[in-house]
């Protein structure tokens, strides 16, 4: 009779998740359905067109990568070795074409990442709100979301981080593929637990790293090729350093904005200066990042993707190209810290979404604005990067309070004894002061 009782309570709690669970998943169905629509072009959307980096330039290296090498000498390939996999991932799909297949396949991994975080939101000390940033954040970054390999990456980044806590090698294995995908998924590891955590993980990452770059290189010629495009690069027109530019239009400076290594850029005097200090900033975020990775002495169960979430955020920030499809990567992490109650996230995560929105608004919808320099172009990006800043430094609040001890209280005994100090001395002061006034 128990076991009946106890297996009718399972039976209860899981009818009442259903009903909790059919709000984002109707979101969900109904927003992606959207999204299929716009970058199949059976809804036109206004502004800019996001497809053709798909249909034309992913098209072009993917035929340049069937015939045997990376695309050597072409300056827009700014990516490591392991992007050839997705470039060539349409062809897993051979019955549609190239651009459809990468779209139904960017689908598939939003619809991972979906399955993923319900189920893991529906666990004790977890909540769907982290359902909820990526339902959200995806669906009001608009189409850019499907025509752009950063939602598989970022599908490989929300694996590693669920997979993180209890199994730390397939965390390493999953964040070493990922690096080799797009760089950014080695931070993930930031926030490992120290001891067996920290060296299964990282080993982990840096063998499945370094076998992949191998096989690829072995396979395809010209695969670290990308590093010398990333080095001679400008400062994008949605950076945050390029805001200096976009007023410095209005006062007379002689630069330009141009398309060069795959993205619109500023290009003239004091450029280079403004993208070496970018850097600096960015080193100056690691710095940050290892002091913090130091002094940290309370690894809880939302550390490692809070630790995630604020490096990434970090990097992006201080990065002279803000490119909307970053904002995906945020997004993921941000939900995967919000899975999770005792994650401090909640405010970066709500202003990292808040960006999203103003960022679809800055591309593609009013882009020329933005390239124009005009005041409704440099206000939008005043506000994105405005709320991107303001979601790294809380971020980077939250992380330090919640795993950095504070100074330890002293003893009682201590205190008393310092507080008799300070009164004798205050007494001691008093008579001073009576003498000196009774020899005037």
């Known amino acids: 009779m128990a076991h009946v009782g106890a297996t009718a309570r399972v039976a209860e709690v899981e009818r009442s998740r259903v009903p909790g669970a059919l709000g984002p998943i109707s979101v969900w169905l109904l927003t992606r359905t959207v999204l299929m629509l716009c970058v199949l072009r059976i809804i036109v959307t206004p502004g800019s067109d996001v497809t053709p980096d798909v249909s034309v330039t992913y098209r072009g290296w993917y035929e340049v990568l069937r015939s045997g090498t990376f695309p050597v000498g072409d300056v827009t390939w700014q990516y490591p070795p392991?992007?050839?996999?997705?470039i060539l991932s349409p062809a897993l799909l051979p019955f549609l074409?190239?651009?459809?297949?990468?779209?139904?396949?960017?689908?598939?991994?939003?619809?991972?990442?979906?399955?993923?975080?319900?189920?893991?939101?529906?666990?004790?000390?977890?909540?769907?709100?982290?359902?909820?940033?990526?339902?959200?954040?995806v669906a009001v970054l608009g189409p850019t979301v499907y025509a752009r390999y950063d939602l598989m990456v970022t599908a490989v980044a929300v694996c590693a981080l669920l997979a993180g806590t209890r199994r730390?090698?397939?965390?390493?294995?999953?964040?070493?593929?990922?690096?080799?995908?797009?760089?950014?998924?080695?931070?993930?590891?930031i926030g490992t637990p120290r001891g067996r955590a920290t060296r299964l993980s990282w080993s982990a990452a840096a063998a499945t790293a370094l076998a992949l770059l191998a096989m690829v290189s072995a396979v395809l010629p010209g695969a670290l090729d990308f590093l010398t495009a990333q080095r001679d690069r400008g400062t994008e027109v949605e950076s945050l350093g390029a805001l200096v530019f976009h007023v410095a239009r209005?006062?007379?400076?002689?630069?330009?904005?141009?398309?060069?290594?795959?993205?619109?850029?500023?290009?003239?005097?004091?450029?280079?200066?403004?993208?070496?200090?970018?850097?600096?900033?960015?080193?100056?975020s690691f710095g940050w990042l290892l002091v913090w990775r130091l002094k940290a002495s309370t690894f809880g169960a939302s550390t490692l993707c809070d630790a995630a979430f604020v490096a990434v955020?970090?990097?992006?920030?201080?990065?002279r190209v803000?490119?909307?499809?970053?904002?995906?990567?945020?997004?993921?992490?941000?939900?995967?810290?919000?899975?999770?109650?005792?994650?401090?996230?909640?405010?970066?995560?709500?202003?990292?979404?808040?960006?999203?929105?103003?960022?679809?608004?800055e591309f593609p919808l009013f882009f020329s604005h933005v390239t124009a320099s005009d005041w409704q172009g440099v206000t939008l990006l005043v506000v994105r990067n405005g709320l991107l800043v303001a979601a790294a430094l809380t971020a980077c609040g939250r992380l330090w309070r919640t795993t950095v001890p504070g100074p330890r209280p002293r003893p009682r005994a201590q205190r008393q004894e310092a507080a008799e100090t300070a009164g004798s001395g205050d007494a001691g002061a008093g008579k001073e002061e009576e003498y000196r006034l009774l020899g005037s």
């Open 313 to 319: 955020l970090l990097f992006t920030v201080t990065s």
């Open 168 to 189: 730390p090698q397939l965390l390493g294995a999953l964040a070493g593929f990922g690096a080799l995908l797009k760089v950014w998924p080695v931070l993930l590891l």
């Open 82 to 86: 392991g992007a050839a996999f997705a």
């Open 322 to 361: 803000i490119s909307p499809q970053y904002m995906i990567w945020l997004v993921g992490l941000a939900a995967v810290c919000l899975l999770l109650r005792s994650s401090p996230m909640t405010l970066p995560a709500v202003l990292v979404v808040a960006a999203c929105a103003v960022t679809v608004l």
């Open 250 to 284: 209005h006062l007379g400076w002689d630069g330009a904005v141009m398309f060069s290594y795959g993205s619109v850029e500023f290009r003239g005097p004091y450029v280079p200066l403004v993208s070496a200090l970018a850097l600096v900033l960015s080193l100056a």
């Open 97 to 137: 074409g190239y651009a459809t297949a990468f779209f139904t396949l960017c689908l598939l991994c939003d619809t991972l990442v979906f399955g993923l975080l319900l189920h893991t939101g529906r666990r004790p000390g977890h909540s769907t709100r982290g359902v909820w940033v990526w339902v959200t954040g």
